[in-house]
């Protein structure tokens, strides 16, 4: 079956800290995986994606790249900033593509 | 162009009351698909529609649960009778094609708090 599993929160950092989340995730045939980010009081937003093995998703910062021989999508940041906090969900659509599949969500506070 | 929408974004009631949760997707979107994340844990899929037709309802939990998309616009997620263990957050998505490298684009989701 398709699962994803993500690394457990909450993290606090420090501004400018380099960002590791890790998520590893189990599926049948050739997902699409995607990080997906939810601010204070909003709904979930895309951050980046990539639908590929080797395949490399950057946004805002982020990247995340697609590792099919680890079953991969570990999120990084360089250099975090106080307006990075957030939950951060990794996800994966299965060949269908007709639900996603999420971790458990990691929530991220930066500090000043 | 207006994103998801939701309503109420929170809605407490008692055991054995009945909610209904409303969702509006993004205009011209014939995929809406809900979702619930109960504390804590992983996001998970309740159904999907296309239009008003119900593609895949497999996460859908009981017959406590009626999803409906009449006219295939908004849809709405009626709750009856409500359970403590349906607390949590209902998020609602659409897209505009189910492929599986199209993203999809979420709404803020209505907490429920069933006391």
């Known amino acids: 079956g398709n699962s994803v599993t993500q690394m457990e929160g909450p993290v606090t950092l420090s501004e400018e800290a380099f960002l590791t989340i890790n998520c590893t995730y189990t599926a049948t045939g050739y997902p699409s995986l995607f990080w997906y980010v939810q601010y204070p009081g909003e709904g979930l937003q895309l951050l980046l994606k990539a639908t590929k093995a080797d395949d490399k998703g950057s946004n805002k910062g982020f990247e995340a790249t697609y590792r099919k021989e680890t079953t991969s999508f570990h999120l990084e940041k360089g250099s975090v900033q106080v307006s990075d906090s957030a939950v951060y969900f990794c996800a994966l659509t299965s060949n269908t593509g007709n639900q996603f599949y999420f971790g458990t969500g990691t929530s991220l506070t930066v500090i000043p | 162009e207006a994103g998801v929408t939701q309503f109420p974004s929170h809605s407490v009631i008692e055991k054995g009351q009945t909610v209904t949760l409303r969702c509006d997707p993004i205009?011209?979107?014939?995929?809406l698909y809900w979702y619930r994340r109960v504390m804590g844990k992983e996001i998970k899929f309740l159904l999907h529609?296309?239009?008003?037709?119900?593609?895949?309802e497999s996460g859908m939990p009981n017959n406590r649960f009626l999803a409906e998309r009449t006219g295939g616009t908004y849809s709405t997620l009626k709750v009856q009778p409500a359970e403590l263990e349906d607390s949590g957050v209902y998020f609602c998505?659409?897209?505009?094609?189910?492929?599986?490298?199209?993203?999809?684009?979420f709404g803020p989701g209505t907490r429920l708090t069933v006391t």
């Open positions: 529609f296309v239009k008003e037709s119900k593609q895949d």
């Open positions: 998505a659409s897209s505009q094609e189910t492929v599986s490298t199209y993203e999809q684009y």
């Open positions: 205009s011209g979107h014939d995929n």
